[in-house]
């Protein structure tokens, strides 16, 4: 089974510490992505990479940075939390597919910034 | 800009009864995807099922058949003789052909009732 772990459950941080949540992979897979998940809202997409190195912004990149130094490990990186940025991130894989390949996704990590 | 919308914030159903969940979505594309995902309380997204825009029959999994009207832009899911296990957060998504990443809806929490 294709397994996505995120390193963190559940994290508490103050306002201005740089947060870093990780991500990793098993399934070789080329895409990765960050998710952001809010009540009303959905899921919505932070930024994605397809490739070591690689990466694009999503629809909320602001406050946020990426990082895919091996293709397994997709790490997001908020360099002044701030409470605004208080929600549940999810990070997700998927294989390269000339449509749309199936996403799978981590469990979550919820970020708490006081 | 491509949107999707799950106008219902919530349902409930009864236990083996039948319950639809909506969705419609903007675009101007004509090759696309759409999804549904689960999310059960405290675990990992799962793709439900999913849809080639450029096929007329609709997609069907087990219990699970979506109504797909593409003129009218709606891709509805729905969940025949509904059980427990089904209780989850259903979120409707699209991705563009070729695109690797998708939109998502605000999401819909299934109750199921006993």
């Known amino acids: 089974d294709v397994k996505v772990t995120q390193s963190s459950r559940y994290l508490v941080k103050r306002t201005g510490e740089k947060v870093f949540l990780e991500c990793v992979q098993d399934?070789?897979?080329?895409?990765m992505f960050w998710y952001r998940q809010d009540p009303g809202l959905g899921l919505r997409l932070i930024y994605f990479?397809?490739?070591?190195?690689?990466?694009e912004k999503g629809d909320i990149p602001e406050g946020y940075s990426v990082s895919r130094e091996k293709k397994e490990r997709f790490s997001l990186i908020l360099e002044s939390a701030s409470t605004n940025q208080t929600s549940m991130y999810l990070c997700?894989?998927?294989?390269?597919?000339?449509?749309?390949?199936?996403?799978?996704f981590g469990e979550g990590s919820r970020l708490t910034v006081l | 800009a491509q949107t999707v919308t799950q106008s219902q914030p919530e349902m409930s159903v009864q236990e083996a009864e039948t319950v639809t969940l909506s969705c419609t979505y903007d675009?101007?594309?004509?090759?696309?995807?759409l999804f549904w995902y689960k999310q059960p309380p405290s675990r990992q997204m799962i793709l439900v099922i999913r849809?080639?825009?450029?096929?007329?029959q609709n997609a069907t999994e087990n219990r699970f058949s979506v109504n797909f009207q593409k003129a009218a832009k709606s891709f509805s899911l729905k969940i025949s003789d509904s059980q427990l296990g089904d209780a989850a957060m259903y979120f409707c998504?699209?991705?563009?052909?070729?695109?690797?990443?998708?939109?998502f809806g605000q999401g819909t929490r299934l109750t199921i009732n006993p």
């Open positions: 399934m070789d897979h080329e895409n």
């Open positions: 990479s397809y490739d070591v190195k690689m990466k």
């Open positions: 997700a894989s998927s294989p390269y597919d000339r449509g749309a390949g199936e996403l799978f």
């Open positions: 849809q080639e825009a450029y096929k007329q």
């Open positions: 675009t101007s594309e004509s090759d696309y995807y």
């Open positions: 998504a699209y991705s563009i052909w070729g695109a690797q990443k998708l939109v």
